[in-house]
């Protein structure tokens, strides 16, 4: 059975940094896309960014391009996202997400079997 596992969040003030990191424990770790997602309160989950088996392509959502990151080590199962210059509209449950399927439909929730319990981060102003 495949978990996911994150870990990183927190209380930040804005404009501050934090990274999320994402194990997985699977032996195939390096043939699933990874993705993260996030839902604020009252809000639906929505896509942030994803990354492919390789690592060799990234899709982000407009909302985050150019602060976050997505990078991934297949050698350790873990994938990470690097969120800098932080804002409050930020603040939500982060979830990673593993698909074994379609390897560049990276943004839909559908498009993932897996997913982490997810990880609190809070972007005070």
């Known amino acids: 059975q495949v978990q996911l596992v994150e870990s990183g969040g927190g209380l930040v003030q804005a404009g501050g940094s934090l990274r999320l990191s994402c194990a997985v424990s699977?032996?195939?770790?390096?043939?699933?896309?990874m993705g993260w997602f996030r839902q604020a309160p009252g809000k639906e989950r929505e896509f942030v960014v994803a990354?492919?088996?390789?690592?060799?392509?990234?899709y982000y959502a407009d909302s985050v391009k150019g602060r976050f990151t997505i990078s991934r080590d297949n050698a350790k199962n873990t994938v990470y996202l690097e969120m800098n210059s932080l804002k409050p509209e930020d603040t939500a449950v982060y979830y990673c997400?593993?698909?074994?399927?379609?390897?560049?439909?990276?943004?839909?929730?559908?498009?993932?079997?897996?997913w982490g319990q997810g990880t609190q981060v809070t972007v005070s102003s």
């Open positions: 997400a593993a698909g074994t399927n379609r390897p560049y439909a990276l943004t839909g929730e559908y498009e993932y079997d897996y």
């Open positions: 699977s032996r195939t770790f390096s043939t699933y896309k």
């Open positions: 990354i492919s088996r390789s690592g060799g392509s990234t």
